[in-house]
């Protein structure tokens, strides 16, 4: 693992788009074009669009994997 939580030669991008009914969402892009997380749901503004994205940056080097 990288400082930043990733593997090393991973690389993903997150996207941040006005949906259809004018809300702001992201998703998180890896490399290959697959969408390994997105938002979930749609926020009113850019601004609170992008601080989910940088909520999942900090919180998610953590995270620990709960198994149902």
């Known amino acids: 693992m990288t400082p930043g939580g990733h593997s ?5 991008t997150f996207e941040l788009y006005e949906d259809s009914a004018g809300d702001y969402r992201w998703r998180l892009r890896h490399e290959n ?3 390994i997380a997105d938002s979930g749901e749609g926020y009113a503004s850019k601004q609170k669009a992008r601080q989910g994205i940088e909520s999942v940056k900090t ?4 995270a ?5």
Do not use: D, H, L, S
């Open 8 to 12: 090393p030669g991973m690389t993903a």
């Open 33 to 35: 074009g697959n969408i």
């Open 59 to 62: 919180n998610a080097p953590e």
């Open 64 to 68: 620990t994997v709960e198994e149902g």
